[in-house]
């Protein structure tokens, strides 16, 4: 999937999330993202992101985020961009997932995955990074 394909896809799984989101992800601002993440908390869904730490203009979409639940865990080396939803599809991509991000303006490619190998060898990397 390519560019704004993969935006929309990612917007649509998340919606559909019935029990847990990991999102790695370096940058996350007060976008559809954001808002996306703290939908599905209030939504009783288990919700965990890895990223960098915010630069000053943007600390307070993390603290919202916080504050609504979301599990935010900072790594300062992240550049990955997963979104892993219900152990069932794992989005893996070049594509920052937020609506600020390149979408649609550069050339931007990401997979999509069903396989339950695949999710469970993805979720695995993501929680050692997170030592869980």
Known sequence: ?????????????LDKASSEVLI??????????S?????SKQRGLGVILLTQRPKYQDQRCHIKL???GVEVNYDPDVHAKLVIVDMQVAIVSSMNFYSESSAGKTWEAGMVSVDNRVIQTIKKSVLKELKI
């Open 1 to 13: 999937m390519e560019g704004r394909h993969l935006d929309q896809f990612t917007k649509w799984i």
């Open 24 to 33: 790695v992800n370096p940058y996350v601002k007060e976008c559809d993202l």
């Open 35 to 39: 808002q996306q993440l703290i939908e």
């Open 66 to 68: 916080k504050d609504n």
